[in-house]
């Protein structure tokens, strides 16, 4: 995991290590805490929590230093930064406005496509307090800009690349992980987020600004975080409109032009960054019969060096794909191979689920078609059982949970046969697709001829019968009421349902898109994993549901604020994914979550993002504007639908280990869910009764997550005089004392519900 951070505090005497030294005022005392004045030297912060037993000694303060674990210093007192990981040489770059002036200085991380003179004309405006240029360069990466004692960080668009922040040692902590913040201040775990995570994923409103951990938070997307001297401040620097009022649009053929542009600078960042090699290869035994040099290499867990992309047959990874392999490659050299990187095909991975073979025929008739393309080297990635979901329960600690964590295995034994620089098309469906609540926006406009074409689209999805008839009438009249319903009062009816246990049931049979549709036409709604939770988890997420009523929203326009929310919460999980599937010496790159992309699928018309198959033709538009115009027969088809059969197989499989996860889960120890009940689901997900799967995955991984962090070893930090603590204290919550007493330790009470 790649991070990186730093801090801004009102004391002025810090070392290039960190050093927390006294103030001989108001300042902190151990842990962070605040002291009175007059307390002498004071300090603060991991390095100068003393244990209840311990004496403190002022004398020692003053050579006592915080700094993390295995970092490089980008610059140092009295606000430092570092960069923890193997970040690469050119991922890390940074700049000053005048060798006179040492403190007016950016630093960028992550895959930039501005030149050295583009970031230091950005830096004399971010000076003077101008932000969003900052963010408007092709790539994906983060920006720190100091100008003097103001340190400004700023988020991304979609989140993929967010900011964490926490009080501490007078001023505040800032990174872009939340476990080294919360190992920093020794945080417990919160678990009214933890609920809410599970309860309603897709609304921010019930998730707030918070973490798994107590204290640690995060800035919104689309924003940024600006400290002075100790004081914070958390502002948007991109225009949002408030009002129920639509923004003028552009034209259509302007708009996906725009599309274009930016999905080609996005690719071409990462063409033009330096090609890389694994760092240390695995020693390659000699040929094996049956196996070229690749697949030794791709069964070794080693990526190949150069550039690749996902080649699935579906629209998104195809465009990646034809556009990384149409542009010129840019002039270099491979690190230790002295092979020119102009020229060289792409590498292009089809991943084969040999165990459940039905189903994706086309689509791998797609991919072996697109793959055709003299300039494409075409991997077909084959895997059977070692490959099915939940086939390895193992992994590595990620920042925070997600649903990927089950699939982590499958999806890790693909890309260890990709490049060193791998293009996936993860977001584009999010960021691209009209989310069904965008109808209400419509109506709001009274645009009602605009809905013809998705309605009877729907219609014609429904199963045949009577029922179909009416999908229409049902799917307008829905949207009607959710243009009709005050933000507010959607909020309170979200908590109502909630507070009372009236969640939707599994949807079986009926599921689909018109039930799909339904269920989202609404401000708020349960996830998939809310009818596993307790009545007292739900309560106290209905809490966080009508406090979140009475603050007013980014956005009063019901389709646009679900579309924001639901790529917010798609971004989360891409990071938690990029984290789980991690492979040595690569790095994944998903374009369509690049800001400039993000803002360019926004100025595409409503009316059009809701069309069916909007989403193929602006990709096929992006295609033909970069002279890609064959295609194969039904490019553009959708492939989000998830492989029930492989999932059954996997859960099958891995029963009897799941089952013993939830003997004595965690969860259930925080009051979340009742063991017995999960593990009767999971019986019924196994036997395939319809609609059992939904949710299992979101409880699964979260059990796996909680194991993983109570049970690592040592912090993210160091010190002189510190010893390696846990990321969870072994004291506080009931949760954090189930690390020493193992998983039948005692039972917490259930979430506090006024």
Known sequence: MRWLVGWSSIAASFGTAGRVSGTGGAGTGPGGRHAPAGAGDLHGGLADAALPHQEHDPSGDAERTVHPVGAQLLWGDPDPLWAVGDWRP???????????????RLAVLGCCGADDAELRRALYAARGGALRHLTSWPGSYT???????????????????????????????????????????????????????????????????????????RIPPGHALILREGSREITGYEPVASLAVAAPEIEAGRAVEGVREALV????????????????????????????????????????????????????????????????????????????????????????????????????????????????????????????PYAELDGPLTDEPGPS???????????????????????????????????????MDRRRRHLLRPVAALARSAPAGGSSLLVPLTVYNAARRLARTPYRAGMEEAAERLREGRLPPP???????????????????????????????????????STAAGRPPLSLRPGEARARAALARHAADHRVFEQAVEVRSQRLHAPFLDNQVVRAARALPESLRVQPGARAAVLREVLSGTGVRELPPGWGASTHAPNETATRLGLRA???????????????????????????????????????????????????????????????????????????????TPLARLGSAGPRGLRPAPPRVP
């Open 265 to 388: 600078d996005a690719v071409r960042a990462r063409l033009t960054a330096p090609r890389h090699a694994p760092d240390a290869p695995p020693y390659d035994p000699g040929p094996v019969p049956g196996m070229g040099p690749a697949d030794r290499r791709a069964a070794r867990g080693a990526p190949a060096p150069g550039i690749g992309a996902d080649l699935s047959g579906g629209s998104a990874s195809a465009t990646l794909a034809l556009l990384a392999a149409g542009l010129p490659g840019a002039p270099g050299t491979l690190p230790g191979l002295g092979a020119t990187a102009a020229g060289e095909r792409l590498l292009a991975v089809t991943f084969n689920d040999l165990a459940t073979p039905q189903g994706r025929e086309a689509e791998l008739e797609r991919a072996r078609v697109i793959a055709g393309d003299p300039r494409l080297h075409h991997v077909v990635v084959a895997a059977s059982d070692e490959a099915l």
């Open 143 to 217: 920006a720190v800009v100091q100008a003097g004692r103001r340190i400004t960080v700023l988020g991304d668009l979609a989140g993929a690349r967010p900011v964490f922040y926490t009080p501490w040692a007078g001023g505040t902590a800032y990174a872009t992980a939340a476990l080294p913040l919360a190992d920093l201040i020794e945080a417990q775990l919160d678990i009214g987020h933890l609920a809410a995570l599970l309860a309603c994923p897709d609304s921010p409103e019930a998730l707030g600004d918070g973490t798994p951990y107590a204290g640690v938070r």
């Open 654 to 732: 891995a029963l009897p280990d799941l089952l013993l996860l939830f003997a004595s889960p965690l969860l259930a120890d925080a009051g979340l869910v009742d063991a017995r009940v999960v593990q009767q689901a999971l019986v019924d997900a196994a036997e395939g009764r319809p609609g059992s799967l939904d949710g299992l995955a979101e409880l699964v991984s979260m059990e796996l997550w909680l194991r993983r962090l109570l049970s690592r070893r040592g912090t993210c930090w160091t010190g002189t005089s510190t010893p390696r603590r846990r990321a969870v204290p072994s004291t506080g």
């Open 405 to 443: 964590l089950v699939v982590a295995a499958r999806e890790r034994h693909r890309l260890a046969a990709g490049s060193a620089d791998h293009l996936i098309g993860h977001g584009a469906r999010q960021v691209l697709d009209g989310h069904p609540a965008r109808l209400a926006d419509l109506l």
């Open 507 to 545: 949807p079986g049979e009926q599921a689909g898109p018109v039930h799909a549709s339904l269920a989202a036409l609404t401000w708020a709604r349960p996830g998939p994993a809310a009818r596993w939770l307790t009545g007292e988890a739900l309560a106290e997420v209905s809490i966080r549901l």
């Open 90 to 104: 050119d991922e890390i770059r940074t700049v000053t406005a005048d060798p006179a002036d040492p403190f007016t």
